[in-house]
T-cell receptor, first 110, second 120 residues
Framework: QSALTQPASVSGSPGQSITISCTGTGSDVGNYKFVSWYQQHPGEAPQLIIY???KRPSGVSNRFSASKSDKTASLTISGLKAEDEADYFC??????????FGGGTKLTVL | QLQLQESGPGLVKPSDTLSLTCYVSGGSLRISNFRWAWIRQHPGKGLEWIGTFYYPDNTYYNPSLRSRVTISVDTSKSQFSLRLGSVTAADTALYFC????????????WGQGTLAIVSS
């Protein structure tokens, strides 16, 4: 069970869109639609922003969207705002009730 | 509104057992619609799933930690616990407890985390 691969950092200017990738294997991302994404601001707990591949919990902005292609899941944030600056983590089911997270991506809003 | 709150000793000596507790308020651990998990974050690093419990007595553990970890539940106290044995400096991390609804596959509610430092 290896961590999912995410870019260490991404950046964008306010109003722009950015995409964060999350690459796994055929045993996790490639085999299940249950990818979730989490936002973590410094000193805070992670917050769920996407579950079951592309669904948003109540209260999460529709500027957050997600998709998956083969072994890579992607999180897109549109209309970037300063408050979006945070760390983002993906997570996938790994079969047999196991779970694996990505290494995290630091988003900088320029 | 369900809330989770972790507690622990803060400092643990190498080779000892780390014991952490997650107190659940505003809900019941007995509800079979949910699972209860422990997740940790090494300083400045990513998240690592440790294990999940669901009522009444099912547990799943990260294979890399399985030989050292136990998750248990005390429904009378509305809390679930993590025990991690034979700790080393590599176990120094921020430990979170979290809820997993059965209807969707994610961790939807998290505690604020408790820092555990392994040092002599």
């Amino acid at each position: 069970q290896s961590a999912l691969t995410q870019p260490a950092s991404v950046s964008g200017s306010p109003g722009q869109s950015i995409t964060i990738s999350c690459t796994g294997t055929g045993s996790d991302v490639g085999n299940y639609k249950f990818v979730s994404w989490y936002q973590q601001h410094p000193g805070e707990a992670p917050q769920l922003i996407i579950y079951d591949g592309n669904k948003r919990p109540s209260g999460v902005s529709n500027r957050f969207s997600a998709s998956k292609s083969d072994k890579t899941a992607s999180l897109t944030i549109s209309g970037l705002k300063a408050e979006d600056e945070a760390d983002y983590f993906c997570c996938s089911h790994d079969g047999g009730s196991l779970w694996v997270f990505g290494g995290g991506t630091k988003l900088t809003v320029l | 509104q369900l809330q989770l709150q972790e507690s622990g000793p803060g400092l643990v000596k190498p080779s000892d057992t780390l014991s952490l507790t997650c107190y659940v308020s505003g809900g019941s651990l007995r509800i079979s619609n949910f699972r209860w998990a422990w997740i940790r974050q090494h300083p400045g690093k990513g998240l690592e799933w440790i294990g999940t419990f669901y009522y009444p007595d099912n547990t799943y553990y990260n294979p890399s930690l399985r030989s050292r970890v136990t998750i248990s539940v005390d429904t009378s106290k509305s809390q679930f616990s993590l025990r991690l044995g034979s700790v080393t400096a590599a176990d120094t991390a921020l430990y979170f407890c979290a809820r997993q609804p059965n209807i969707y596959h994610a961790f939807d509610i998290w505690g604020q985390g408790t820092l555990a430092i392994v040092s002599s």
